[in-house]
């Protein structure tokens, strides 16, 4: 590790690390043979993980960089909440993989869990890119969750039919907040108080939040998205049921008319499965839930995203 040296990224970074984002990613999926880039948007529009992770979680983030040259050898973002610490996206650039630059980068953050106190530190993976799976498993993380990548290109006039309780989902509002934890606790035993706020003000006009209503006037689920040239996502969210989180996620789908919009959606709720296939969903990449530490099995359904990733 002589010739590089770990520090936080900093806002003169900011380029240079939405250049190393598009470019890692883009790169690693070429050479798999995908024939298409991962990221269609310009480089620069990468630079929103920047923003958002930035927003969110200010200094939480390692970059490695060459001694010599100055340059951004690789990078990621971690997040610290109230019960865990999630690792973010992971980048190394392309000249410097196979280099242990990654295994620095992960080393970081598993010192920083373990030195805070933190009962576990969570990720989602691709389980396709097995240098990637390999990294995470020798540093003691382990599969616990099997996710399909699902993309649904929402026609102009919007997605044909419904869910059942769609009419029971509403916009998030800033007092649901409280709520959304205490039912994220309670199915994902996570809680990220200040990513829901951040998703319902909106201060940067690219996320919606929607909530799901009982009988009771409680919520039975909640669904984050985002919209911006870089990520279309629906993500993160929770549900006491399949069919609340299909009913939140069709709510969310409006949104996006015109456009493909990605959702990453648990193997085994195989209702909520079938339902996106019926809006015409794709498979295009599986993705695993992985923690190093403590983990109770979900009580209900948990969808993940990345945009804002914090497990």
């Known amino acids: 590790m002589s010739y590089f040296e770990l520090r936080p990224l900093n806002d003169s970074d900011r380029s240079e690390y939405a250049d190393l984002v598009h470019s890692s990613f883009n790169a690693w999926y070429w050479k798999k043979g995908w024939g298409a880039d991962y990221f269609r948007c310009q480089p620069g529009d990468a630079a929103v993980f920047y ?6 979680t200010p200094a939480c983030s390692v970059a490695a960089i060459n001694k010599k040259t100055g340059r951004l050898m690789g990078a990621c973002f971690y997040h610290p909440r109230e019960h865990h610490v999630s690792l973010g996206i992971m980048s190394v650039h392309p000249s410097y993989c196979g280099k242990g630059v990654g295994k620095a ?27 990637s799976f390999s990294l995470y498993n020798k540093a003691g993380f382990a599969p616990v969750k099997a996710y399909h990548d699902m993309v649904v290109q929402v026609p102009g006039n919007g997605i044909d039919g419904n869910a059942a309780g769609r009419e029971r989902v509403r916009d998030a509002r800033v ?22 706020l951040f998703a319902i003000e909106n201060r940067r006009g690219l996320f919606q939040a929607k909530v799901i209503e009982n009988e009771q006037g409680g919520l039975d689920g909640f669904m984050l998205s985002i919209k911006h040239p870089a990520l279309n996502m629906i993500g993160p969210g929770v549900a006491r049921t ?10 969310s789908l409006k949104k996006y008319k015109g456009e ?19 809006w015409k969903a794709r498979n295009v990449e599986t993705h695993l839930f992985q923690v190093r530490g403590e983990f109770k099995p979900f009580n209900g359904v948990s969808i993940p995203s990345f945009l804002p990733e914090t497990g």
């Open 260 to 278: 493909a919009v990605l959702s990453v959606i648990p193997m085994d709720c195989c209702r909520l499965v079938r339902q996106m296939y019926d």
């Open 175 to 196: 007092e649901d907040a409280r709520s959304m934890g205490e039912l994220e606790f309670e199915i994902s035993g996570i809680k990220r108080l200040q990513d829901y």
């Open 105 to 131: 980068l992960v080393n970081h953050i598993v010192d920083f869990t373990e030195s805070k106190g933190y009962k576990s530190l969570r990720l989602v993976g691709s389980a396709i890119n097995m240098d």
């Open 51 to 56: 923003d958002i992770y930035n927003d969110l």
């Open 242 to 251: 399949e069919e609340d989180a299909a009913a939140l996620i069709c709510a």
